[in-house]
């Protein structure tokens, strides 16, 4: 299965500034994603990483909240902007190539606001 | 969209026992359904996954079961160890989803010595 980095593992940083996140996949892949997971929940997606063209986000995430940009078949980045503390989570990218394949995971990143 | 409900949330079994994790779909077209194991502080990892022309799958000591017409998909572990003890994800790809998985709410598995 496709190895995914993702940094930084985590970041602690002040309210109102922005922090972008990395994932890189060792291969090239299909399909990109990004999911916000708050302590003790399940995997919430954020939004569809489309190479070439803008990101296709969940109900409830915008654009200008969570810039994606996905400039090739193994890079991502996702961008979380004027962060509160509600935005502490954990960010995930996983990867998956093709519909129906299986999907995997990066490490993630720890990201509290204070 | 799909909907996945996952029960029960918390599960204790002594080691040797079989523990037993169900979930249920709302999209008749979904056609792909992955467990995920997920230890503290680490990634959600694949542990199995089941397509929709196929009733059961097994690996050595998991398997998971497909019925379709009751929309529902179940993880099975047999001879539960320690190790066996993280929260368990089940997960479905909707018919039109373009690979987007949903979750379920997750199952914290305790296996005691």
């Known amino acids: 299965s496709a190895v995914i980095s993702q940094k930084p593992s985590r970041d602690i940083c002040q309210r109102g500034t922005s922090l972008t996140i990395q994932c890189q996949v060792d291969?090239?892949?299909?399909?990109m994603f990004w999911y916000r997971q708050q302590p003790g929940q399940s995997l919430t997606l954020i939004a569809t990483?489309?190479?070439?063209?803008?990101?296709?986000?969940e109900s409830g995430f915008v654009i200008d909240k969570f810039p994606i940009s996905r400039p090739n078949l193994t890079f991502s980045t996702l961008t979380v902007s004027n962060m509160s503390p509600e935005d502490s989570s954990i960010y995930l990218c996983?990867?998956?190539?093709?519909?129906?394949?299986?999907?995997?995971f990066g490490d993630g990143t720890r990201l509290s606001i204070l | 969209g799909e909907n996945v409900e996952q029960h029960p949330s918390t599960l204790s079994v002594q080691e040797g026992d079989s523990a037993v994790i169900k979930c249920t779909y709302s999209d008749s077209a979904s056609n792909y359904f992955p467990w995920y194991k997920q230890e503290l502080g680490k990634r959600p990892q694949l542990i199995i996954d089941i397509r929709s022309n196929v009733g059961e799958k097994k690996d050595q000591r998991i398997a998971v079961t497909l019925n379709k017409t009751a929309k529902h998909f179940s993880l099975h572990i047999t001879e539960t160890q320690p190790e066996d003890s993280a929260v368990y994800f089940c997960?479905?790809?909707?018919?039109?989803?373009?690979?987007?998985?949903?979750f379920g709410q997750g199952t914290i598995l305790t296996v005691h010595p």
């Open positions: 990483a489309n190479q070439g063209s803008e990101a296709t986000y």
């Open positions: 996983s990867a998956q190539d093709g519909y129906n394949q299986p999907q995997h």
């Open positions: 291969s090239q892949v299909t399909m």
């Open positions: 997960a479905a790809i909707g018919g039109t989803s373009y690979g987007k998985l949903t």
